[in-house]
């Protein structure tokens, strides 16, 4: 018996893995893109923190808003008895746990993507950015 449960946590835990990276590679791309905005923000003399903050604040926004939803539809299937034992009550626990940790990855993960790129960004000059982009 602890042999399946063993397959299907490792299991579990690659697909969050590869979710994290998929969400990692898509948000870095995202803000790297907006080199050219952040060129003309710094050019124009905003602060760096502002800048850094709303860049921040805005793929915080997007992901909030998908691990709401992603989050909300997994509870409401279970609860109407999609769960493993049959049991909405039980199951509604149990998977409120596991969607909290899998909410905290993601939003770690698509933190860590959008800060590095932003930062980068941030550092080349003004100018530099604007003819590159």
Known sequence: MVAPVAALAGASALVLFLSAMGLFSLMSISVSRRTREIGLRMALGANPRHVLGRI??????????????????????????????????????????????????????????????????????????????
């Open 56 to 133: 921040v604040a805005h793929a915080l926004l997007l992901m909030a808003i998908g691990v709401t939803a992603g989050g909300g539809l997994v509870l409401f299937f279970v609860a109407l008895g999609g769960g493993p034992t049959g049991r909405p009550a039980d199951d509604v626990v149990s998977f409120a746990f596991w969607v909290g940790i899998t909410s905290a990855v993601m939003l770690g993960a698509g933190l860590l993507a959008c800060v590095e790129p932003a930062r980068r960004a941030l550092r080349i000059n003004p100018i530099d950015a604007l003819r590159d982009a």
